[in-house]
């Protein structure tokens, strides 16, 4: 052993540094071990449910998301859209839901748990063609509202809460898929809430 001094400087610096590399070692590690905790792109797609941020979505805007491979549409439905469908009922073929095709906490004549926000698969009930969200123009269709969902493949027509008219194809109203509100500008959709 030799008898020459200990440079503990030196001794400092090289603790610090090893603690430092074996720092970012550990956390470069980590990182893609705990992204492998999120659902796969495949596993979103099978059903995982998706967030869907509404902090930037404005009164009559539609934004569209996938949810297990389908269109699921979010539609921030103005005053008036809401006023016009009191408007048409006599002329929808199941205007209080009682088919199937929403949630139970959907069942109002909105069919959303917010009067103003409406989610709904965007797949016609006929031959599971996506219809085309109308605003304004829709009165071509359907005299008196301005505002809703026409499938152009054949004709079949939906209210601003997906209601379908009579004398069309499509048997059903469009789904609401199952969604929660996380806070006031997240939805969740394909997980509904918990009721006590």
């Known amino acids: 052993m030799s008898n020459a001094p200990v440079d503990n400087s030196r001794r400092r610096f090289l603790t610090i540094a090893t603690s430092v590399v074996g720092g970012v070692g550990a956390a470069g590690a980590a990182v893609p071990f705990i992204a492998s905790w999120n659902p796969s792109e ?60 929403q949630l139970d906490s959907a069942k109002n004549s909105y069919r959303s748990q917010r009067e103003e926000i409406f989610v709904a698969v965007g797949i016609c009930t006929h031959l599971g063609c996506s219809p085309t969200f109308m605003n304004g123009g829709f009165g071509e269709k359907v005299e008196g ?52």
Not at 88 to 100: I, K, T, V
Not at 151 to 165: N, Q, T
Not at 177 to 193: A, C, H, K, N, S
């Open 42 to 101: 495949r596993a979103k797609s099978a059903g995982a449910p998706v967030e869907v941020d509404i902090s930037k979505l404005e009164p009559g805007q539609l934004i569209r998301v996938e949810w297990r491979g389908k269109p699921v549409w979010v539609i921030y439905r103005t005053p008036k859209m809401l006023e016009q469908m009191k408007q048409h009922e006599d002329q929808l073929r199941d205007p209080n839901s009682d088919e199937a095709q």
């Open 145 to 196: 509202t301005a505002d809703g969902f026409f499938c152009p493949c054949h004709g079949s027509k939906f209210d601003m809460a997906g209601r379908v008219f009579q004398n069309v194809p499509a048997p059903l109203n469009l789904e609401v898929p199952p969604y929660t509100f996380l806070d006031e500008t997240t939805i969740l959709v394909g997980e509904e809430e918990e009721m006590a």
